[in-house]
């Protein structure tokens, strides 16, 4: 680029016709059109039950999810490196690696990604999955 200022090198045009360019359309993100709900039960060292449970997979589609711990406190976790965390695999989980979820509350995240959850107890924990996406 030159020393010139920006207003040197900018090439003006003039359009005469701008009625005969093909009109873009609006462009607007689509709004959620399909909700679906599930439940795991994840446990710690109980027979029957696995240590966690991927509760939302990578889904370009997904606009919010909202993640419920019905009976237990759970841990929620970004990546399977932080579920296998061996901080994450002590019964009551003193020092949680992720999101520590209280018994009875929520977590609502916006966002595409994915998300584990992992039990802190070896009772069965019960976590409510709501997800909000789009049509294709």
Same mark, same amino acid.
């Given at each position: 680029?030159?020393?010139? #200022?920006?207003?040197? %090198?900018?090439?003006? /045009? $003039?359009? %005469?016709?701008?009625?005969?360019?093909?009109? #873009?359309?609006?462009? +607007? +993100?689509? %709004?959620? +059109?399909?909700?679906?709900?599930?439940?795991? @039960?994840?446990?710690?060292? !109980?027979?029957? $039950?696995?240590?966690? +449970? =991927?509760?939302?997979? !990578?889904? #370009?589609?997904?606009?919010?999810?909202?993640?419920?711990a019905v009976d237990n406190a759970v841990v929620v976790c970004h990546s399977?490196?932080?579920?296998?965390?061996?901080?994450? =695999?002590?019964?009551? /989980?003193?020092?949680? =690696?992720?999101?520590?979820? #209280?018994?009875?509350?929520? !977590?609502?995240?916006?966002?595409?990604?994915?998300?584990?959850?992992? @039990?802190? /107890?070896?009772? @069965?924990?019960?976590?409510?999955?709501?997800?909000?996406?789009?049509?294709?």
């Open positions: 680029m030159s020393d010139r #200022p920006i207003s040197e %090198e900018v090439i003006r /045009v $003039y359009v %005469e016709n701008p009625e005969e360019f093909p009109n #873009p359309g609006n462009v +607007e +993100e689509k %709004e959620p +059109e399909h909700f679906s709900f599930s439940t795991v @039960a994840v446990a710690y060292d !109980l027979a029957g $039950y696995n240590n966690s +449970e =991927q509760v939302l997979a !990578l889904d #370009p589609l997904r606009k919010d999810a909202s993640i419920l399977h490196q932080q579920v296998t965390d061996p901080a994450n =695999q002590i019964s009551g /989980v003193p020092y949680p =690696q992720g999101a520590y979820l #209280p018994a009875g509350s929520s !977590l609502t995240v916006t966002g595409t990604g994915p998300a584990w959850v992992v @039990a802190t /107890v070896s009772s @069965a924990s019960r976590v409510s999955v709501f997800i909000n996406r789009r049509n294709a």
